[in-house]
């Protein structure tokens, strides 16, 4: 039986809070302070995590290197490039670190559960392995895992998963896509966000977005 040893990381790239989720359509003050809750959420779920050994911050937010340094994160400072040279940057600082996995998570993911990455980690059957967790409506990539941890470069900027499934396949035969209801749903916009609060699968993160949304 083929035993894996991971040492993973998780990357978050994070654009920064004023120019995040425009097509959010509410005030901006209401987005940033939306934005700030959903890393936070997601920081809290990823240090909850027994299969994740270390999280970087890629971002030139303040507010979001300061949120990752209170979860222990490595902070990555970049100049807003987009999610690919954000990857890039975390790649090149981690390669001589001894990583072997690396899961990519998005900033907008906050109802995932520190169980379902686990589950998506213990999927991985094979070395130079790609896994990912498409959107709902399967335009975005929620989860991408790469073991190795830099065995491929990734597609964000091309706005759907099947870019990156492409990508996956150039560099590796073994390619699986995981279908994991809670990452699956990434909040762009107001529908999002109202399915989301009539879910209300994490309560307390819920009212905090209600609380936001009421001022």
Known sequence: KFII???TYAIIPVKSFSKAKTR???PQIKREAICKEMLEEVLQTLSKCKSIDNIVIVSKDDAAIKLGESFGATQIFDDDLG????VDLADQHLVDLE???SVI???DIPMMESSDIDSLLGFLKSRNSVMLVPSRQFNGTNALVRYYANSM???YDKGSYSYQLDAAKSVTQNVSVAL???MMLDIDDE???AFMLKQNEKPDFCKKIRNILSL
């Open 105 to 107: 998570f998005p900033q």
């Open 5 to 7: 040893s991971l040492k």
């Open 83 to 86: 999610v690919n040279q954000a």
């Open 180 to 182: 994991i209801r809670r």
């Open 153 to 155: 470069k990734t597609q």
């Open 191 to 193: 529908f999002d966000l």
């Open 24 to 26: 959010l359509n509410i």
């Open 99 to 101: 990583y072997n996995c």
